[in-house]
């Protein structure tokens, strides 16, 4: 599908590489799994982290992704106090509305690993800084 738009068709596509590298590092060919690991994983990262840097790394998104990251963000409630790895893991778990925490650790990892691969290293180390040492692996570090 293409909207002849040219920064919209590439968004969309750049969106779709995303996709197909979560699904990868899920090990699946589902599009839609694939989809709810990321959004639910960036979801629960842009609200752990500070308003400012959250915007920073939205920044790096493609343009449909920026989107699907702010979706229902409320900045006045940002940052969340979490501070273990198992909490960061049973939000995704509620967000995603996936079977457990053994499930989103999984879908957690997969996104981790997309994200070393597609933000900047300054950008991660960033976001890293941000976080608790136990949750630097939510952001790729």
Do not use: C, K
Not at 23 to 34: I, K, M, N, Q
Not at 69 to 91: C, K, M, Q
Not at 99 to 118: H, I, K, Y
């Amino acid at each position: 599908m293409t909207t002849h738009v040219r920064s919209l068709d590439h968004g969309i596509q750049t969106t779709n590489e995303w996709l197909r590298d979560v699904a990868a590092a899920l090990g699946t060919d589902d599009r839609h799994y694939a989809y709810r690991a990321l959004r639910a994983h960036l979801h629960v990262l842009r609200d752990r982290l500070a308003v400012d840097e959250a915007a920073q790394l939205a920044a790096q998104l493609p343009n449909l992704l920026r989107g699907i990251y702010y979706e229902g963000w409320n900045p006045s409630s940002t940052p969340l106090n979490i501070h273990h790895e198992r909490d960061f893991v049973a939000r995704v778990a509620a967000e995603g509305q996936f079977a457990g925490t053994t499930e989103a650790g999984a879908a957690m990892r997969a996104v981790a690993a997309v994200l070393r691969q597609r933000i900047s290293d300054g950008e991660l180390r960033d976001v890293t800084a941000a976080l608790p040492a136990e949750l630097a692996g939510a952001a790729g570090g």
